[in-house]
């Protein structure tokens, strides 16, 4: 599975953003997927996840409220949907996915980063 992240930009803060992020290869066996953020000199961190129905999604607490995740199965694309975008938001989005696994165990992995593809990151940069 091949995963690339793209849709990053420079922005005002309190914008508007859209990341996608597309899968290849054997995209059919994904199960959850997530995103995930790394700001200059800092780890990365969970942001949202996502099941395969997109009947379940997580957010980390920084975003909840602003940001939202979603998936489109048909085009094998995962995004996530970001509003009144603050400066903290500034850092490389990365998407990634979990193969197989059930839902539950998948959905908690993601909040852990234990994911099995990751695709290279789409800068976002929020200027105040």
């Known amino acids: 599975v091949q995963l690339q992240a793209f849709g990053g930009g420079v922005v005002q803060s309190g914008a508007s953003l859209r990341v996608s992020c597309t899968a290849s290869?054997?995209?059919?066996?994904?199960?959850?997927m997530g995103w995930f953020r790394q700001a200059p000199g800092k780890e990365r961190e969970f942001v949202a996840a996502?099941?395969?129905?997109?009947?379940?999604?997580h957010y980390a607490d920084s975003v909840k409220g602003r940001f939202t995740i979603s998936r489109d199965n048909a085009k094998n694309t995962l995004y996530l949907q970001m509003n009144n975008l603050k400066p903290e938001d500034t850092a490389d989005y990365y998407c990634?996915?979990?193969?197989?696994?059930?839902?539950?165990?998948?959905?908690?992995?993601?909040?852990?980063?234990?994911?099995?593809?990751w695709g290279k990151g789409t800068q976002v940069t929020v200027s105040s």
């Open positions: 990634a996915a979990i193969w197989g696994r059930t839902t539950v165990q998948a959905m908690a992995a993601a909040k852990t980063g234990d994911m099995d593809y």
């Open positions: 996502i099941s395969r129905s997109g009947s379940t999604t």
């Open positions: 290869g054997r995209a059919g066996g994904i199960n959850v």
